[in-house]
């Protein structure tokens, strides 16, 4: 029996902040925020706007809140369902999703893991084609769980058709049988699954946002198929609604700490728990970034000494009750604290209190919306990659290839470098590899990569993003496309333009039809890539695309080199 009194008063004292130099700012802000809290107990739009068009788009995304209690009452159907899918000898669940819908079930597999005896969970949302690949199980016991809140996106759709077709290649005619679907009511997926007799269907409710639905079917399905306690998520979920005190005094400190130019919201992880770190990232950065404004979220940083850090940043350590001595040192924040950082920590109870760490940053990023004056709900440049990928397609399908700008340099390796027109205008002539000089004071790095699951190429990734930080003291971001437009992208376009992007794409080494399609997945990722390019252009940022010939180590490598030395004299080695 779920002791609700007990986890209240756990989560109560699960919060500390150690404010150092945003103390006075964190003074001046807390009515705001607590106005804010009690705004958005009552479902009053007001809170983050004053124009009635938008209140009523807010009012239609506040459904976040209620679906925790949606979860409580659906909970024979998941155990049942779940039970059936086990019964029925499936022993792998391929999740076809994109940004929100998909990013939470995989912080619960990544923190909880798969029960014994359950379906092992894999999670596509690439459409690079050795992804893809890495993503093929025994068709004959493989459900295809296909989540899309719109029902329209593009990547989940591709890879239904493609999967559609493996089964159908395998020799299964009843191929929607291994199919179950969930979106919101009405939606072209919706009325598709019934259409073609989908094993199941969920119907999420249309007023929670993708980036809010963790604690909704979209995240407690998956959480069902592996077996996972969905009781206990549900439970510590409402258990943070009922007390959200600590989540209020989080989102002060994120929204105090961005208004007073620490916006660089880093995240201190032990290794079990990074995977949070990505739905976080996602939630926040397309939650605030947007009209030039918002909170730069930082994930997957290892912890440095004091010295590699600008005085742009807010630490938020998030820690399990019992570390062991490795999970303490990698999230010792004593160093940071002494040298006058701000510092939050939390404390989370028990692995099932994941749920009330889904709920507490959900709570923190609407209040800290209010308190920079933003909707949290909306995601105005979303659609703007979209939208340029969409025309780059419609071109290739006229012309057989998709137009690209001319590169500003051409490597001998066959690597082109193509930059921005902010970048070229702030470079005066130099050469594309001089991107990173300029990096100014509270200015970020995003590194965008449009490779596939190649541990190599990650690396040289890692390496390069740890350098950058190391040499500039800048804040760095990394996010794999096309996954980020869904998420960070908003951050990207829509908020502070204090970035410098360097977006990496490779052609593949060998490609896969999209059935059904003119073009490819390998041509649906680099029109991805070029659309993304372009958007960044259009918004003024300084950015370069790196285009590889093959997915090749060596050839970043050479890239990363070039960057590094240019202007500093630095050189990396391996």
């Known amino acids: 029996m779920f002791d609700v009194a007990a986890a209240r008063a756990r989560l ?11 103390a006075d700012a964190i003074a001046a802000r807390a009515p705001e925020a607590a106005y804010a809290a009690m705004g958005l107990w009552k479902r009053d739009p007001s809170v983050w706007s004053t124009d009635a068009e938008v209140q009523k788009k807010i009012l239609t995304r506040l459904g976040w809140i209620d679906s925790p209690q949606l979860m409580a009452d659906s909970f024979d159907r998941l155990m049942k369902f779940a039970a059936s899918i086990k019964s029925a000898g499936f022993t792998d669940v391929v999740l076809l999703g994109m940004g929100g819908s998909s990013l939470a079930p995989e912080v619960l597999r990544g923190i909880l893991g798969i029960a014994p005896g359950w379906p092992r969970l894999h999670m596509l949302d690439s459409t ?14 493989t459900l295809y769980l296909l989540s899309s809140k719109s029902g329209t996106t593009i990547e989940p759709n591709s890879l239904a058709a493609y999967f559609r077709g493996t089964l159908e290649a395998a020799g299964i005619k009843k191929w929607a049988d291994h199919f179950v679907a969930i979106t919101d009511e009405g939606t072209e997926l919706a009325v598709r699954a019934k259409a073609d007799g989908f094993r199941d269907l969920f119907i999420n409710p249309s007023d929670i946002g993708g980036r809010y639905s963790a604690m909704s079917f979209f995240g407690m399905v998956p959480a069902a198929l592996m077996g996972q306690d969905v009781a206990g998520l549900v439970d510590w979920a409402r258990a943070m609604l009922a007390s959200p005190h600590s989540a209020v005094d989080l989102g002060l400190a994120m929204g105090a700490a961005a208004a007073v130019g620490r916006d660089k919201l880093t995240l201190v992880l032990p290794k079990a728990l990074e995977p949070f770190g990505l739905w976080v990232e996602q939630l926040i950065a397309e939650s605030t970034g947007k009209h030039g404004n918002g909170i730069v979220p930082i994930a997957g940083e290892p912890l440095a000494p004091p010295a590699a850090y600008g005085r742009d940043r807010l630490f938020v350590r998030v820690r399990p009750r019992d570390l062991d001595v490795t999970a303490a040192r990698e999230t010792d924040t004593r160093e940071v604290e002494g040298a006058q950082f701000p510092v939050a920590d939390i404390q989370s109870p028990e692995p099932s209190a994941l749920g009330a760490e889904f709920v507490r940053w959900e709570i923190a990023t609407a209040i800290a919306g209010a308190l920079l004056h933003i909707n949290p709900f ?24 998709l137009p690209a700008p001319v590169p500003d340099r051409r490597l001998e390796n066959g690597v082109s470098l193509t930059l921005s027109t902010a970048a070229r205008q702030a470079l005066h002539g130099r050469e594309p590899d001089a991107l990173l000089t300029l990096i100014g004071e509270k200015d970020y790095a995003a590194l965008l990569a449009y490779v596939g699951p190649d541990a190599g190429l990650a690396d040289e990734l890692r390496s390069l993003r740890l350098a950058i930080r190391d040499r500039t003291r800048a804040a760095t971001m990394f996010g794999y496309g ?25 052609a593949p080494a060998a490609d896969l039809k999209i059935p059904g399609e003119p073009f490819s997945f390998g041509t649906l990722e680099f029109a991805q890539a070029l659309g993304d390019f372009a958007s960044l252009d259009a918004t003024g940022r300084r950015a370069l695309h790196v285009r590889l010939p093959s997915p090749d180590r060596r050839l970043l490598h050479d890239v990363a080199d070039r960057l590094l030395s240019v202007g500093s004299g630095v050189s990396r080695t391996v």
Do not use: M
Request: charged share 20%; hydrophobic share 30%; glycine share 8%.
């Open 12 to 22: 109560e004292q699960s919060f500390h902040l150690t404010p150092g130099p945003i």
């Open 128 to 141: 690079d084609p050795d992804a893809i690949r890495a993503a093929t199980t025994t068709p004959e016991r």
């Open 378 to 401: 909306d995601e105005p440049n979303v659609q703007q990659a979209k939208d340029a990928t969409k025309k780059l397609l419609t071109a290739y399908q006229s012309q057989g290839q």
């Open 482 to 506: 096309p996954r980020y437009l869904h998420s960070t992208g908003q951050l990207h376009k829509g908020g502070p333009n204090t970035g410098v992007f360097v977006l990496i794409s490779a």
